[in-house]
């Protein structure tokens, strides 16, 4: 599938370089940033090694690399976060000192964060005119922000409604602002980091048209992200940074996925995974007409739903479907309001943090879908996280205190078993990168060996050579016998290692297929609530 | 947040800003044409000069070793406890009914029961607040204060209707007997054979750097210290792990509590030898600054409550010796000292970077 989007994108992309190139010939002009020499280094690590870049005006690059590789040190260097260890920008040919955000905006730099910057309870017009107001009354700033908001909207077709309260705007509206607060600043330059971690598919989609509505009205581009597809689909031109050091600038045009991949990882990548198949055995867990409602509104809708032994149930659909509360309620994190759920023939009674010891204590393991708010205790050393929930085992425990010896051995040997990186256990968690964060999640929840595993998103914000160790470690639990529940919003993860497939809609279930006999587009459906083989497939369909 | 190695974080930064912070005092002091170098001898002579200066200062210290870290255990459960004073007055009044009930016996019970009846007071008056966090979702730092306000009044109405002897108009229980009183540490040492002077501080000092220890192994060592931090970095990582967020908050408030509670022993059994009002004399508050400063660590707490306990002695001292510098001006070096020590290490710590910056090795080594 993702071959086939890869040549459909080519023929325009290159029309487009030679229209490009010929520009280019005709006129030189100065690149709309330059980057030379750039290095930068965090005590012993080498966050940025002699980075050179130099991106054409009114064009779309992309740099890609594995988390850690020091996209983000060198975009916080160029907005004047942190300050280069030597080296020197260029921004539109002119040499600049950026050593506060303030120099950046003044350069023409617009920054969209992963994270947004926004104030919640503001509207739109106020947190874009936020830090830009232009003096001690208000009035005059948003009178003129409106007019000025007007004209940008219309250029660039971002539809944002000025007075719409921020924490109530969709996050791919939320994104519009902090773009329009760049473009307000009158950026020129505009750096998007990994922007579609937070999006669906279709705000995604949105968001890639709107970028080429800048690059066509000549604003410059520079784009983050670890996924591939994107980087074909969008950009024009394309590095790669890989352990601190930058490739050279490559026409997207010429090159693929698996080289990209490559490039990135250090070795060939498998993007294909043969699964061996599926060996059923009896059923772990079922859920039964289960309902919930937060603050008055339902979330899940009579769910049904059965995982057994030796298959993995991938949960689809568009975030914000009720996938969340389904996970917190199979761990126990939130009660339901109706319904019932039963694990290996007991139906669940206690309720609360009784329940959450209770469910870990049988055998269920929980890869939380963010491991951020619910995995990982940022602050605390690697190991303290290496035991988290599990801290209350036997061996962990010596009299009346713990075991902290055998605590320590224990996380050094699931940072050898799960390849974390840097081997070092008393390091602080939130210093390691987004994937060995995750990764020692997966090591935790997995070490246990659990009957039944609750996988949420394993793979968000995880560069592409963890993504393929998770998913080896998922298949391997399936492979053992064991039953998985696997909640994902990339449908590509979902196919990749479902046996079947229940999509979610609004709460309910609005589908389920066996993963050998539904594609994407079925899928697709599926997540906009359309079954258009309602019947075909009861919830539970015959297998093996 | 530029990092810096642990040893220029833990002590060259505090070491600077303490610094940074005796500068601006003598500045205060010379503002009021009066010599600073004669200040800080007179200070440090006060404070440290001799082993009767020198035994206030422990005692301060003792005091403010509870009360820190009475502060920081709830901190480390992300609870802002301010209600120290308030639970220290409480576990007085449990001291002081160990006193009034056993001192016909002798010290040593004394001092265990009134240690636990201090423990369990203190306690009890940082647990309803935790309950009201718990289950109704108060705000702590509010009712903790109150409760400093309910306590003051408690104890006036305590002193001057029950527990004041009968004939007597002054707010004060008698005085406990003498074989109750908890020894001092000069007759600690003289048991084995010496013969040194008066020195103020009593044994309860040494219950304050056992609490310590205690307090290091709870927060580290245990499992329940180990989800008390869980829950104060993330209460939805401590929900994911199983915890009771119900369980933790009152635990945590209770050993809180109860620390500040202990205080008390000190003043009353140990000093005082009797329960009159203002015994806590602002320790309770004195406590977050001591916490703050030592980072919420134990032995921290314990460099910080010696600290503090030397300005409170010496600054004493100071104003007694040089009538020319009012006693408030000890009050304006410790709030500059909890200025740069606490609020503005920041002040200290980008240049102390920028400078280990300039001295780092090619490796990118800290020295």
């Given at each position: 599938m993702?071959?086939?989007?890869?040549?459909?994108?080519?023929?325009?992309?290159?029309?487009?370089?030679q229209i490009l190139s010929t520009k280019e010939r005709l006129q030189p002009t100065a690149p709309a940033i330059s980057l030379k020499g750039i290095n930068k280094a965090f005590g012993l690590v080498q966050a940025n090694r002699n980075v050179n870049l130099s991106v054409a005006p009114g064009t779309i690059h992309g740099i890609v690399g594995e988390n850690g590789a020091g996209k983000s040190t060198l975009m916080s260097i160029l907005y004047g976060f942190y300050q280069a260890d030597s080296g020197s920008i260029f921004i539109n040919g002119r040499e600049r000192r950026i050593v506060s955000s303030t120099d950046a905006i003044n350069a023409g730099v617009g920054m969209v964060h992963q994270h947004f910057m926004l104030v919640r309870p503001f509207t739109s017009l106020e947190n874009i005119v936020l830090g830009a107001e232009g003096g001690p009354f208000l009035g005059n700033a948003l009178k003129q922000a409106r007019t000025l908001l007007k004209q940008i909207t219309a250029e660039y077709g971002l539809d944002v409604d000025p007075d719409a309260v921020v924490e109530d705007l969709p996050v791919g509206a939320q994104q519009r602002v902090e773009i329009l607060k760049a473009l307000y600043r009158k950026a020129d330059l505009l750096i998007l980091d990994e922007p579609t971690s937070v999006l669906t598919p279709s705000e995604a989609d949105h968001l890639f048209r709107l970028l080429n509505g800048l690059r066509d009205s000549g604003k410059t581009v520079i784009f983050?992200?670890?996924k591939l597809r994107e980087i074909i689909e969008l950009t024009d031109t394309v590095s790669v940074m890989r352990a601190g050091e930058m490739s050279e600038v490559i026409q997207t045009s010429r090159t693929s996925i698996p080289e990209l991949a490559e490039r990135m990882v250090g070795r060939i990548v498998q993007f294909e995974r043969e699964k061996d198949p599926a060996r059923i055995g009896k059923t772990v867990l079922s859920v039964r007409n289960a309902s919930v409602k937060v603050d008055g509104v339902a979330r899940l809708k009579n769910i049904d739903l059965e995982v057994r032994a030796g298959e993995v149930l991938g949960i689809a659909g568009v975030a914000g479907n009720g996938q969340t509360e389904l996970l917190e309620c199979l761990s126990g994190m939130r009660a339901l309001d109706d319904g019932s759920i039963i694990l290996s023939g007991q139906s669940l009674a206690a309720?609360?943090?009784?329940?959450?010891?209770?469910?870990?204590?049988?055998?269920?393991?929980h890869i939380p879908e963010d491991r951020h708010k619910h995995g990982l205790v940022a602050p605390f050393m690697a190991w303290e996280n290496c035991a988290l929930g599990h801290h209350r085992k036997s061996e962990f425990r010596r009299g009346p205190l713990m075991d902290i010896t055998s605590m320590q051995a224990d996380a050094g040997a699931k940072f050898e078993a799960f390849d974390v990186r840097p081997r070092d256990i008393f390091l602080k968690t939130?210093?390691?990168?987004?994937?060995?964060?995750?990764?020692?999640?997966?090591?935790?929840?997995?070490?246990?060996n659990p009957d039944l595993l609750l996988v949420g998103q394993p793979t968000r914000g995880v560069d592409i050579g963890a993504i393929e160790f998770i998913h080896n470690q998922i298949l391997e639990l399936r492979a053992a016998g064991k039953a998985i529940l696997l909640v994902s919003v990339e449908l590509d993860e979902i196919l990749a290692l479902s046996d079947r497939i229940s999509v979610?809609?609004?709460?309910?279930?609005?589908g389920t297929r066996l993963a050998s006999e539904t594609n994407e587009s079925d899928l697709g459906q599926l997540m906009g609530g359309v079954d258009n083989r309602e019947g075909v497939h009861a919830t539970t369909p015959k297998m093996g | 947040m530029p990092q810096l190695p642990r040893w220029a974080?833990?002590?060259?930064?505090?070491?600077?800003?303490?610094?940074?912070?005796?500068l601006f005092s003598a500045l205060a002091v010379l503002s009021i044409g009066e010599s600073p170098l004669q200040a800080v001898q007179v200070l440090s002579y006060g404070a440290f000069g001799n082993p009767y200066n020198f035994g206030f200062t422990l005692y301060y210290t003792t005091n403010f070793i509870f009360t820190g870290l009475a502060v920081s255990v709830a901190f480390h459960a992300g609870l802002f406890n301010i209600g120290g004073e308030g639970q220290a007055l409480f576990g007085g009044i449990g001291a002081a009914l160990a006193g009034l009930w056993l001192d016909s016996t002798n010290w040593i019970i004394v001092l265990i029961i009134g240690l636990g009846a201090s423990i369990a007071f203190g306690s009890l008056w940082a647990a309803v607040p935790a309950f009201l966090l718990a289950t109704r979702g108060s705000n702590i730092v509010i009712t903790t204060i109150m409760f400093n306000y309910i306590a003051a009044g408690l104890l006036v109405a305590l002193l001057s209707n029950v527990l004041k002897p009968t004939g007597s108009d002054a707010p004060r229980t008698r005085q406990f007997a003498q074989d109750s009183h908890v020894p001092r540490l000069d007759q600690v040492i003289n048991w084995w054979g010496f013969d040194i002077a008066r020195i103020e501080a009593n044994i309860i000092f040494l219950v304050a750097l056992l609490a310590?220890?205690?307090?290091?192994l709870f927060l580290y060592r245990s499992r329940l210290g180990y989800e008390v931090r869980m829950f104060g970095h993330s209460n939805s990582v401590s929900d994911y792990s199983g915890q009771s967020s119900f369980k933790i908050t009152m635990i945590a408030m209770a050993i809180s509590g109860g620390l500040a509670g202990l205080m008390a022993t000190n003043a009353v059994l140990g000093q005082q030898h009797q329960l009159s009002l203002g015994f806590v004399g602002g320790a309770g508050f004195t406590g977050i600054a001591v916490s703050l400063i030592g980072r919420s660590h134990p032995l921290g707490i314990v460099l910080a409550a010696l600290l503090f306990g030397a300005l409170f002695q010496g600054g004493a001292e100071l104003s007694f010796e040089i009538p020319a510098i009012p006693t408030k001006m000890i009050i304006v070096i410790q709030a500059l000292v909890i200025l740069f020590v606490g609020a503005m290490e920041n002040l200290i710590r980008y240049p102390t970077v920028a400078l280990l910056t300039m001295f780092r090795t090619r490796n990118g080594r800290w020295i």
């Open positions: 993702t071959i086939a989007q890869t040549t459909a994108v080519r023929p325009d992309r290159n029309s487009m370089d983050i992200t670890h309720t609360g943090s009784s329940l959450v010891r209770f469910l870990r204590a049988s055998g269920v393991g939130a210093n390691f990168s987004g994937g060995n964060q995750q990764k020692i999640v997966v090591a935790r929840e997995i070490a246990e979610m809609f609004d709460g309910r279930i609005s | 974080e833990n002590v060259l930064v505090p070491i600077l800003s303490v610094g940074l912070a005796v310590a220890v205690g307090v290091w």
